[in-house]
C-alpha cells in the first residue's frame, strides 16, 4: 500500500518565522497533493492542494511545492501565526493521511 | 459549499453495545465516502472505502464483522461498531467525495468520539 511520510514530525518556530514541513510518497500514481490542517477535536480542513501537472501554486501565506519524480511535496507557511498552531496533514491522491507534523508558532 | 454531518458527536455506552455512526453529504450526491479512525495525536487511519450500492472496501487489519459499513443511499453511509469494548474507544471521522473521481478534495464531517466503559 501506499507509503506517506512526514517531516518533521514537531515543529516549533517564532512567530513571524517560515515553516516548510516535506512529504515523501510511495504511490507514482500519485496526481493529487493536498494538504489538511486540523485543530485538537476537529476536522481537517483543506489548505491547498496541487495537482500532478504544476510545480508549484500559493495562496497568500501558503504554498505547496511538488516534485513529482522525486515522489514528494512540501507545504510552505511564511509569516507565521499562532493561529497556524495545528497539526497539518498531507493525502497524496486524497485519502491516505501522512503521519502528521505538529506545528508551535511561538508567540 | 459542501457539507457533511456526522452524529453523534459523542458516544459514551457500556462494553458489548452496539453502536452506529451515520455520515450525511447534506447538499451533494456522494457515490464514495471515507471512514477513518484516529487516535490521540495520531493520523488518520482508513478503515474503509464506502460506495454506494455495493460492499465496502477494507483496510488490511480492518474486521469486516466488528466495523459495519452500510452505503444505502447517495447521501449516507453508516459505520456500526458491533460489540463495542474498551480497545474501540476513538475518534472515528468521516469524508465523503462528490462524485466519483478520486483525486479531488474530500469534505469530511465533525467526528464521532466513542468512548466505551
Given amino acids: 500500500g501506499e507509503n506517506v511520510e512526514q517531516h518533521p514530525s514537531t515543529l516549533s518556530v517564532q512567530e513571524g518565522d517560515s515553516a516548510v514541513i516535506k512529504c515523501t510518497y510511495s504511490d507514482s500514481a500519485s496526481n493529487y497533493f493536498p494538504w489538511y490542517k486540523q485543530e485538537l477535536g476537529k476536522r481537517p480542513q483543506l489548505i491547498i492542494d496541487i495537482r500532478s501537472n504544476v510545480g508549484e501554486k500559493k495562496d497568500q501565506r501558503i504554498a505547496v511545492t511538488l516534485n513529482k519524480t522525486a515522489k514528494h511535496f512540501s507545504l510552505h507557511i511564511t509569516e507565521t501565526q499562532p493561529e497556524d498552531s495545528a497539526v497539518y496533514f498531507c493525502a497524496p491522491r486524497g485519502y491516505i493521511f501522512g503521519t502528521g507534523t505538529r506545528l508551535k508558532v511561538l508567540a | 459549499g459542501a457539507v457533511v454531518s456526522q452524529h453523534p458527536s459523542r458516544v459514551i455506552c457500556k462494553s458489548g453495545t452496539s453502536v452506529k455512526i451515520e455520515c450525511r453529504s447534506l447538499d451533494f450526491q456522494a457515490t464514495t465516502m471515507f471512514w477513518y479512525r484516529q487516535f490521540p495525536k495520531k493520523s488518520l487511519m482508513l478503515m474503509a472505502t464506502s460506495n454506494e ?19 444505502a443511499s447517495l447521501t449516507l453511509s453508516t459505520l456500526t461498531v458491533t460489540s463495542a469494548h474498551p480497545e474501540d474507544s476513538s475518534f472515528y471521522i468521516c469524508s465523503a467525495l462528490e462524485g466519483a473521481v478520486f483525486n479531488q478534495p474530500q469534505h469530511f464531517g465533525d467526528g464521532t468520539r466513542l468512548s466505551i466503559l
Wanted: glycine share 10%; proline share 0%.
Fill in chain 2, 53 to 71: 450500492g455495493s460492499k465496502a472496501t477494507y483496510e488490511q487489519g480492518v474486521e469486516k464483522d466488528k466495523f459495519l459499513i452500510n452505503h
